[in-house]
């Protein structure tokens, strides 16, 4: 205990520090998840904003060995939803005080997708008169794609590393010119330089993946100075190729469980970030959006997309969620925040503090 009292006084964690911060059980994981806690009422306030998250696209170029989406993946549905579905549901996100919306698909990069989302992004901003907020997670694009992307209206950019250890990387990509760790690596970098608020985040609980790995991701996303981050436990697709690693990996239960330890360390290190509640935490525990939350999130993407679609936007079994609709996901959501004290803010974008300071060139002081 006094050693964990001890890494938790100190100002700046080494590699050692939070390898035994993620290794902690009872009375010290308990002292763990309340200074957390601290952290984000301290920094964020009790709080929490939504992103109405529209699944626009399941249809992908990629082939990533964990995801459900992934071109190889034959056993599912190709569905684009048409600009005015897309258009009606970000209304509803407007119409619903959401402050902001979140755009995501499969990845593809052609200049008619490039143009399509530009246009949408413009329509989004005049349905709203500029006050809805979006971000953007379609994957790696070009640097004057992102560029003209920011200059339509998108202002946040997610694009998850996955893993930043390289040889992790390797493991769960193809070995070709389309899943280059350097790519990705480098969209993050231009995404960040163009100016939008930059999120990147991991899979908990991959086959292959060491809690020193964990420590490594989490010292990245300090080194790099990231503004959002995403972070679920990794769970497995039966239609994908790394299902064949399914028994050697740690029970699902402590997967949530070592995420929840990530998103409390990442507070304590990043105080004021976005760290968003995943959905896959709901996957495995009922309640899993919201315990993120008490320990340290602070976003939410309620799922608006239009119910008929969501069954096919399946990453990993048992997706919660594919069976509502958009109403029925505020509802429900709203009821279990209240559980949980935190005061959902409507009607404001809810940007990463971190960003504005980040711009500022300021410490936390
Ligand atoms: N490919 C898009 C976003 C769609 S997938 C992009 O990167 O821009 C969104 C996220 O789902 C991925 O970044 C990945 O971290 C997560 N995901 C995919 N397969 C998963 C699985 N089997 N378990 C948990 N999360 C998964």
């Known amino acids: ?55 626009f696209s399941n249809i992908c170029s990629k ?8 071109k190889g993946n034959s056993n599912l549905l190709r569905y684009n939803l048409d600009d005015e579905e897309i258009i009606t549901t970000a209304r509803f996100a407007y119409d619903n005080s959401y402050g902001s919306v979140a755009l995501q698909s499969g990845e593809l990069e052609s200049p008619i997708v490039t143009a399509r989302i530009e246009n949408l992004l413009h329509r989004i901003k005049d349905l709203s008169d500029g006050k809805l907020g979006i971000t953007l997670s379609v994957g790696e694009q ?3 794609v992102y560029r003209r992307w920011f200059e339509a209206g998108a202002h946040r950019y997610l694009l998850r590393i996955e893993a930043t250890n390289e040889s992790l990387y390797s493991k769960i990509h193809p070995d070709n010119s389309k899943h280059l760790f350097k790519r990705r690596l480098s969209c993050l970098k231009v995404l960040q330089d163009i100016g939008y608020q930059t999120g990147t985040g991991v899979m908990i609980g991959l086959p292959f993946q060491t809690l020193d790995d964990l420590a490594g991701d989490l010292l990245f996303f300090r080194d790099f100075n990231i503004d959002m981050c995403g972070m679920g436990p990794y769970i497995e697709h039966a239609d994908t190729p790394l299902i064949k690693y399914a028994g050697e990996l740690m029970p699902l239960q402590e997967r949530f469980d070592l995420t929840l ?18 959905t896959a935490l709901q996957a495995i525990d009922p309640i899993g959006r919201e315990k993120a ?41 709203e009821a279990r925040v209240s559980l949980t004290d935190t005061e959902i803010v409507y009607g404001e974008w809810g940007d990463s503090k971190h960003y504005d300071r980040r711009r500022k060139g300021m410490d936390l002081g």
């Open 1 to 55: 205990m006094a050693d964990i009292e001890k890494i938790l006084g100190k100002g700046s964690f080494t590699r050692e520090d939070i390898i035994s911060l993620l290794s902690v059980n009872g009375e010290e994981r308990t002292l763990l998840f309340r200074r957390s806690a601290e952290t984000k009422e301290k920094y964020i306030g009790k709080k929490l904003w939504f992103r109405g998250l529209i699944e």
């Open 261 to 278: 330890k990530m998103i409390a360390v990442l507070r304590i290190m990043m105080k004021d970030i976005n760290i968003v509640a995943a």
């Open 63 to 70: 082939d990533c060995l964990y995801c459900g989406i992934r």
């Open 293 to 333: 939350v008490m320990i340290g999130a602070n976003i939410i993407m309620p799922n608006i997309t239009p119910g008929q679609y969501r069954k096919n936007y399946k990453l990993y079994d048992n997706k919660p969620c594919t069976d509502d609709s958009a109403e029925d996901c505020q509802n429900c959501l």
């Open 142 to 144: 070009e640097p004057e």
